[in-house]
C-alpha cells in the first residue's frame, strides 16, 4: 500500500479531531512510517541517549498521536517509540493528541522534524517532498514549507510524477525517481556497486582523518565507545562486516586474545 492508499485510508476513517486516554500502551500506538516519518530512517545514536534518558528519569516527553476511529496512529516522536521498545518498557507512555485532519498531520510531521534538535539532512528533506507531491493532496507552497526545499524543486517534482506517470509510485526516492524521469538507466552493476562503495568508504575515511588526524586510531577504546554510542543497536550487524575486513593475521589475533579468557 503507498503512502498515499494510507492517507486516503486514514481520512475515510476520520471523523474529526478528539482526544482520548493521557497514555497509551506501546502495543496500542500504530506507525506508519511512510507517512509521519520524515527522515530517512532512525539514528541508532539518538535512540541510544533516549534510552538512558529513559532508565535514568522514566517516561519521555509525550508523543503525538492522530486518533483515527478507534485507531491512535503515532504523528511525532518516532525516536522515542523505537527508546521505549529497547529500554523493554512495559508501561503506558505519556502521549499528546493532534488536533486537525490526516492531511494536516502529514505537513506537521514534517514541520516538527524540520525544527527538531536532531534536523532532517538534505536527503530526508527532498524524499519527503517527493512523498508529500506523490500524495498529491497538498499546494506547492504547503510542501515546500513542511519540507523545507524551494517552491521551484517542488515545481520539478511534480514535473517528474507527471513524466512518470503511473509508475511516478514506484521510486520511493526522490533520487530514483528523478533518474527515471530523466530517462536514464536504474539497474546497476554489482561490480559498479562495489567500487562506489568503497569510493563512499574512502571518502569517509578521509573525513574522519581530517576531523580527528590519528586520535582514534591512538585510542582504540575510546574510539569503541565512540562508534558503540553512534550505531546503538546496529554495532553488532557493524562488528559482523568489521571481521570481513580483518586480515587473516588480524583474524588469528583476535582468536588468540579471546581464547585467553
Not at 500502551?25 to 539514528?43: C, K, N, V, Y
Not at 508529500?132 to 517528474?160: E, F, N, P, Y
Not at 526522490?174 to 524521469?181: E, G, I
Amino acid at each position: 500500500m503507498s503512502a498515499g492508499d494510507d492517507l486516503q485510508e486514514l481520512t475515510d476513517q476520520f471523523t474529526g479531531a478528539v482526544t482520548g486516554p493521557p497514555e497509551l500502551h506501546l502495543q496500542d500506538i500504530e506507525t506508519m512510517p511512510a507517512l509521519f516519518q520524515p527522515r530517512g530512517g532512525i539514528s541508532e545514536r539518538h535512540v541510544s541517549e533516549l534510552v538512558k534518558a529513559i532508565k535514568a528519569v522514566g517516561a519521555l516527553d509525550p508523543v503525538t498521536v492522530l486518533m483515527v476511529g478507534s485507531r491512535f496512529v503515532l504523528i511525532d516522536g518516532h525516536h522515542r517509540m523505537e527508546a521505549y521498545g529497547a529500554a523493554q518498557w512495559v508501561r503506558p507512555v505519556p502521549v499528546r493528541y493532534f488536533e486537525g485532519t490526516p492531511e494536516e498531520a502529514v505537513l506537521a510531521a514534517g514541520e516538527a522534524n524540520s525544527k527538531a534538535k536532531l534536523p532532517m539532512d538534505n536527503t530526508d528533506r527532498q524524499n519527503f517532498a517527493w512523498r508529500l507531491v506523490l500524495i498529491d493532496r497538498h499546494s506547492i507552497a504547503k510542501v515546500a514549507r513542511a519540507s523545507g526545499i524551494s517552491a521551484a524543486q517542488v515545481t520539478i517534482m511534480r514535473r517528474a510524477k507527471k513524466t512518470l506517470g503511473e509508475q511516478a509510485g514506484d521510486h520511493a526516492t526522490w533520487f530514483r525517481a528523478r533518474l527515471a524521469a530523466n530517462g536514464k538507466d536504474l539497474v546497476i552493476d554489482p561490480n559498479e556497486k562495489d567500487e562506489w562503495m568503497e569510493q563512499l568508504a574512502d571518502r569517509y575515511a578521509d573525513e574522519l582523518t581530517k576531523k580527528f588526524s590519528t586520535k582514534l586510531a591512538l585510542n582504540p577504546e575510546v574510539a569503541a565507545m565512540a562508534l558503540a554510542s553512534y550505531f546503538g543497536r546496529k554495532l553488532p550487524e557493524v562488528y559482523g562486516f568489521l571481521r570481513e575486513h580483518l586480515s587473516e593475521y588480524d583474524r588469528t589475533a583476535i582468536e588468540v586474545d579471546n581464547d585467553e579468557f
